[in-house]
Structure formats: structure tokens, C-alpha cells
């Protein structure tokens, strides 16, 4: 008479296969914070797309990402004030 194999089962939570794989390279994930950035300064987001990005992206990238188009946005503002200030005749 042979025994029968015992297995032995562990539990899964369900938590623990719903965590996301952390990202591959900086990279990346830079990129896709400047793109959300970005999207946030225009006020467009789909809700989807918001909640994920949460979900992948870095809080120092974030920070990073937000003084980046700030500045852009400023040298922007000043460009185009310098050439309206420049185009008018002085006198």
C-alpha cells in the first residue's frame, strides 16, 4: 500500500497579488511623471489614467518634475513679454 502525497497549501492574500512590480529603470518613470505634470498644469486627466499614475510614480520625480515646468513656464512668460516689449516702437 502506497501513501498518499500530502501538499501542503499556503494562503494567499489577496493583497499580496495585486501589488504592482516595481519599475523596471529611473527612466522611464521620469518621463511619465513629466507627462502627467504636464497634464496636471493644463488641468486635463482622465481619471483612470490619474489613479494609476499614482499608483507608479515617484514623489521626488513629482517635485522634480513640477520646479522643471515652472521655470519653463516663467522663461516662457518672459520670452514672450520680451518680444511684445521689443516689437513696440519707443518714442
Not at 494562503?11 to 511619465?32: C, E
Not at 486635463?44 to 489613479?51: G, H, I, N, P, T
Request: glycine share 10%.
Amino acid at each position: 500500500m502506497s501513501e498518499p502525497a500530502c501538499t501542503v497549501q499556503t494562503p494567499v492574500s489577496p493583497a499580496s497579488s495585486d501589488v504592482a512590480a516595481p519599475p523596471a529603470a529611473a527612466g522611464p518613470a521620469f518621463w511619465r511623471t513629466l507627462r502627467m505634470v504636464g497634464w496636471g498644469f493644463l488641468g486635463v486627466r482622465k481619471r483612470s489614467e490619474y489613479q494609476r499614475d499614482l499608483a507608479q510614480v515617484n514623489p521626488f520625480h513629482i517635485m522634480l518634475a513640477g520646479l522643471i515646468g515652472v521655470v519653463l513656464f516663467v522663461l516662457l512668460l518672459l520670452g514672450i513679454i520680451h518680444w511684445v516689449v521689443s516689437g513696440t516702437p519707443s518714442g
